[in-house]
């Protein structure tokens, strides 16, 4: 379970072209566990088209689990720098919310377009 979420850098720029699309783009940097709290850095960026602007925020989430979902999301992590798929979907929405929250503020100073919140994502398997 996702106990909090701590923004830690943000950059902004705003472009002198016209905003015509948004491209949002989240990923995840390191995963590590401190006093049984799962820490997991983030990156956040909405990049406004036609370099426009771009908001890019950088984050830790902090998540208390239980044993076997810990060592599955740490274990992951080390092999291929991934989360595991039934994690993503948790970790993408918390990101997402907290992009587009803060991300609006920022937004209304460089007076742009807001990164408006999307539906909440839900992750599929690739059909083969």
């Known amino acids: 379970m996702i106990v909090g979420n701590r923004v830690t850098s943000i950059e902004a720029k705003r ?3 016209e905003i015509k699309g948004l491209d949002i783009r ?3 940097k390191d995963v ?4 049984e709290i799962l820490e997991i850095d983030y990156e956040y ?3 406004y088209r036609e370099d426009a602007g771009e908001i890019k925020i950088g984050g ?3 998540a208390k689990e239980n044993e076997k979902t810990k060592k599955a999301i740490l274990d992951a992590w080390k092999k291929d720098k991934r989360l595991p798929e039934d994690y993503m979907e948790t970790a993408l929405n918390n ?3 907290m992009g587009a929250a803060n991300g609006t503020i920022i937004a209304k100073v460089l007076n742009t ?3 408006l919140l999307p539906p909440r994502l839900k992750m599929q398997k690739k059909s083969e």
Do not use: D, L
């Open 15 to 17: 472009g002198e072209n």
């Open 26 to 28: 989240i990923g995840f």
């Open 32 to 35: 590590r566990e401190n006093n």
């Open 45 to 47: 960026v909405a990049s």
């Open 60 to 62: 830790t989430i902090f």
């Open 95 to 97: 990101v997402n919310f």
């Open 113 to 115: 377009a807001p990164p």
